[in-house]
Nanobody
Framework: QVQLVESGGGLVQAGGSLRLSCQASKRTFSGYVMAWFRRAPGREREFVAA????????TYATSVKERFTISIDDTKIMVHLQMNSLKSEDTARYFC???????????????????WGQGTQVTVSS
């Protein structure tokens, strides 16, 4: 069982930046994918970004591409989400997730993930 703990959320003005972090309790095998999802008030949880642990290949939702960057700190078993040029529509609770996902499956699909953190709140004021 992998436990995930998010941190780094907060209140920021539009145009600002935040860096979210996700601490995993243990290493997983190379087929694992780490991802960030978010849920805005009144909306379904949606995919934000994912990264494969074995080759660091990232995938981004169109809405955050060019603004967000996902990365892995393998030494610390952490995943980060650097969020720049934040917009009010980025306001949401952000969740870290992990799962064993084959290369031919969609990393943006919520059902692919086995482990979830409790989330961290990001609020962007306009």
């Amino acid at each position: 069982q992998v436990q995930l703990v998010e941190s780094g959320g907060g209140l920021v003005q539009a145009g600002g930046s935040l860096r979210l972090s996700c601490q995993a309790s243990k290493r997983t095998f190379s087929g694992y994918v780490m991802a960030w999802f978010r849920r805005a008030p009144g909306r379904e949880r949606e995919f934000v970004a994912a990264i494969r642990w074995n080759n660091y290949t990232p995938t981004y939702a169109t809405s955050v591409k060019e603004r967000f960057t996902i990365s892995i700190d393998d030494t610390k078993i952490m995943v980060h989400l650097q969020m720049n040029s934040l917009k009010s529509e980025d306001t949401a609770r952000y969740f870290c997730a992990s799962g064993s996902i084959s290369w031919y499956n969609d990393v943006a699909e919520e059902a692919q993930y086995d482990h979830w953190g409790q989330g961290t709140q990001v609020t962007v004021s306009s």
